[in-house]
């Protein structure tokens, strides 16, 4: 039943993105689309912290968003070398569970809307699921 959910998630995020064809540039890849818009859309969470937080886990959070696009574009321009495109991933695959510790403390410390932040966790759930299934299908993209 689980596999099902996550075969849906994915169908969910692909309804929201823009690819179409074969994959031939970084931009093509529905995972870096994902990452591109979280990052855009905690970036605009951030602005709305309190003035001192927006320095403090705002920014912690922001450079994490931002983080996982930048490491699949960097294991894109590295693919042709498995272990740099596979470590690329995985850092990103960090990032993405970092931004969700990060989402959690603002809703509890009372910084951010909970429910906005749920949400963005939610998609950075799925994100972390898009990544380590590239993790696994990289050979496609040699």
């Not at 529905?30 to 309190?50: D, H, M």
């Not at 996982?68 to 995985?90: Q, Y």
């Not at 906005?116 to 993209?141: D, I, P, Q, T, V």
Request: aromatic letters at 8%; proline letters at 2%.
């Amino acid at each position: 039943m689980k596999e099902v959910e996550e075969v849906e998630e994915v169908e969910e995020v692909k309804e929201k993105t823009s690819r179409r064809g074969p994959v031939k540039h970084y931009e093509d890849l529905l995972v870096y689309q994902q990452a591109y818009r979280l990052a855009l859309e905690v970036s605009k969470l951030t602005k709305t912290f309190p003035k001192q937080e927006q320095y403090e886990i705002g920014r912690q959070l922001r450079d994490c968003a931002r983080s996982v696009a930048a490491n699949i574009v960097e294991g894109w321009a590295k693919r042709h070398s498995p272990a740099e495109f596979k470590r690329h991933l995985m850092i990103a695959t960090g990032e993405s569970a970092e931004a969700r510790h990060w989402l959690s403390l603002s809703a509890d410390e009372g910084i951010a809307e909970r429910q906005r932040c749920n949400a963005l966790k939610a998609e950075y759930s799925k994100l972390g699921m898009m990544l380590h299934n590239l993790w696994k299908e990289w050979r496609k993209f040699e």
